[in-house]
């Protein structure tokens, strides 16, 4: 007599099949684990900078005639290469979806090598080993090592790219419930078209109940047909998808499947359609959903501080005989005063005193802003044309960026009563208010995006605070260095500058 299949088996075959994945064998032939990926790029890291250690001793007293003792570098090199995996691990450097963004990952690599070498120049000082080192080869080892991590990097880029596109890298995710928010998630996972997610099917355990096929998946099965698939080692994930007032059946469907070797999640995107949701953290042991977090917080606020302060300083001092001479063809242009104090929003809505050079006549001056400048304004002054032109008249910020109150970049600062239109900006775009939890800046990402001068429509407000609440949420030292780059381009051009 023959074996008599369950139905629910057949389906279950058949859809992987449709699916394109083996039934009864561990993984699709050719598909590379994540924890392989990061497991091989961390011990890259540490042959990169052994070696780079290696290479900089024996320049060091080969090419350079220096005598050193090479136990004592050998021992530094072999400690850094040890040190900066756990530091770039902390930091999220081995994230698989993190080892192909190379811009992210160079910035990254930049400040965990600074993080190893001040680990290593502490362990030396409180050894007492310290002057016994050459910064000469410190200096060497470090260009080396940041020049072979960054050419690693780039071939792991390459690499995982192509993998991911030949779908080597594909996660194999179930979903458990065919209800409404259960389509709903098989449509977006559908939708997104991406070789590194491939969805096997849904379960549900009212079988009787549900369709055979939702979203173009087929319903395999129960969840103990899930578990019958998940002890094939077929299964990556499983996502439930089921409301949250049902947290009974929750509780009971994560304590049936928490021992299966698989990541189970657990789907919140109708709670994420209402409000942004960034994680997960623990306050006195209670679970938190993190909606928001505050920009440039811990080491990325010191960062962008120190950017400021150094920076300004030393444009302060390199521009100081050149705002000296403004200062002295304003005077003798027009009567008034060189400077034109006006108070603009700040940080978190606060008033600040912004400084510009005055390119108005200064009986046609408005404090308030709520005149807007406009092309061929009878009120600018010849040196003020020439100011506007070139944007010298924002110098003096210069001196709002070292003191705190403003950065180099970000968001520009807006006079209260500035309009987009005919209604004040914080009426045209509901979100106006959320670029004020940064600094205001010299020049924006929107400025470098033709969003410069007047804003005489609704619609080029809200494009104008979208961009500034993308570099918000992107913010990075790089994406500053860009702006800065791409401003001076825009100032050159003169594009809406009058």
Same mark, same amino acid.
């Given at each position: ?13 058949d ?5 394109? +994945? ?18 091989f ?9 052994v ?6 001793i024996e320049?060091?007293n080969?090419? +350079?005639?220096?005598i ?13 290469? +040890? ?6 691990r ?6 698989? $979806? ?6 992210w ?5 930049m ?19 310290a ?19 960054a ?7 390459? *690499?995982i790219q ?20 259960? $389509?709903q ?6 939708a ?27 319903v ?7 578990i019958s $698939?998940v ?16 947290e ?14 698989v ?5 919140l ?7 942004p ?8 042991s ?24 150094? *920076?300004s300083?030393?444009?302060i001092? *390199?521009?100081?005989p ?21 108070e603009?929003f ?19 001056v ?12 009878a009120?600018?002054?010849?040196v ?10 924002e ?20 006079v ?6 005919e ?7 509901g979100?106006?208010?959320?670029r004020?939890r940064?600094?205001?800046?010299m020049?924006?990402?929107? $400025? ?7 804003i005489?429509?609704p ?14 949420d992107h913010?990075?030292?790089w +994406?500053d260095?860009?702006i800065? *780059? ?13």
């Amino acid at each position: 007599m023959s074996e008599s299949v369950a139905p629910e088996t057949e389906a279950l075959g058949d859809a992987a099949r449709v699916a394109g +994945l083996p039934v009864t064998r561990p993984r699709a032939r050719g598909t590379i684990s994540s924890d392989v990926i990061r497991g091989f790029a961390q011990l890259t890291d540490v042959a990169a900078i052994v070696l780079s250690g290696v290479v900089a001793i024996e320049s060091y007293n080969g090419f +350079l005639g220096a005598i050193v003792e090479r136990d004592r570098y050998w021992l530094a090199a072999v400690l850094a290469g +040890l040190i900066f995996p756990f530091v770039h691990r902390k930091g999220g450097g081995y994230a698989t $979806q993190r080892l192909s963004e190379l811009t992210w990952q160079v910035g990254r690599m930049m400040v965990s090598l600074a993080a190893t070498g001040s680990i290593l120049t502490t362990l030396a000082f409180l050894a007492k080993v310290a002057p016994f080192y050459s910064r000469g080869w410190a200096t060497l080892f470090g260009t080396l090592s940041f020049a072979a991590l960054a050419s690693a990097r780039m071939g792991a880029s390459l *690499l995982i790219q192509q993998w991911t596109r030949a779908g080597r890298l594909s996660r194999i995710v179930a979903v458990v419930g065919a209800g409404p928010l259960g $389509q709903q998630v098989v449509a977006k996972l559908k939708a997104l078209k991406d070789s590194r997610v491939t969805v096997l099917g849904v379960f549900d355990d009212r079988m009787t109940r549900v369709p055979t096929e939702i979203a173009g998946c087929h319903v395999l099965g129960t969840t103990d047909d899930l578990i019958s $698939q998940v002890r094939q080692s077929l299964i990556d994930e499983v996502i439930l998808a089921l409301p949250l007032r049902a947290e009974t059946r929750i509780g009971e469907l994560v304590a049936k499947l928490r021992s299966l070797p698989v990541d189970l999640r657990l789907s919140l995107d109708p709670v994420s359609g209402v409000f942004p949701m960034r994680g997960i953290s623990e306050i006195a042991s209670m679970q938190m959903i993190e909606i928001l977090d505050r920009p440039l917080k811990h080491w990325s606020g010191f960062v962008k501080t120190m950017e400021d302060r150094v *920076l300004s300083g030393l444009l302060i001092a *390199l521009t100081a005989p050149l705002m000296g001479l403004i200062a002295l063809a304003i005077r003798l242009d027009s009567k008034g005063p060189a400077l034109f104090v006006q108070e603009r929003f700040g940080f978190n809505n606060d008033t600040i005193r912004v400084f510009k050079f005055r390119t108005m006549r200064y009986e046609t001056v408005d404090p308030t802003g709520a005149a807007r400048t406009k092309p061929d304004d009878a009120r600018v002054t010849r040196v003020g044309r020439v100011l506007r032109r070139l944007s010298l008249d924002e110098l003096p910020q210069l001196f709002n960026v070292f003191t705190g109150d403003m950065s180099l970049v970000g968001p520009r600062p807006h006079v209260m009563t500035m309009k987009a239109g005919e209604r004040l900006y914080h009426e045209a775009v509901g979100d106006y208010f959320h670029r004020h939890r940064v600094r205001p800046g010299m020049t924006g990402w929107a $400025q470098v995006h033709g969003l410069r001068g007047e804003i005489d429509t609704p619609e080029k407000a809200q494009a104008r605070v979208a961009y500034d609440l993308w570099y918000i949420d992107h913010w990075s030292i790089w +994406l500053d260095l860009k702006i800065l *780059l791409m401003t001076v381009r825009v100032i050159v051009s003169g594009q809406n500058a009058y």
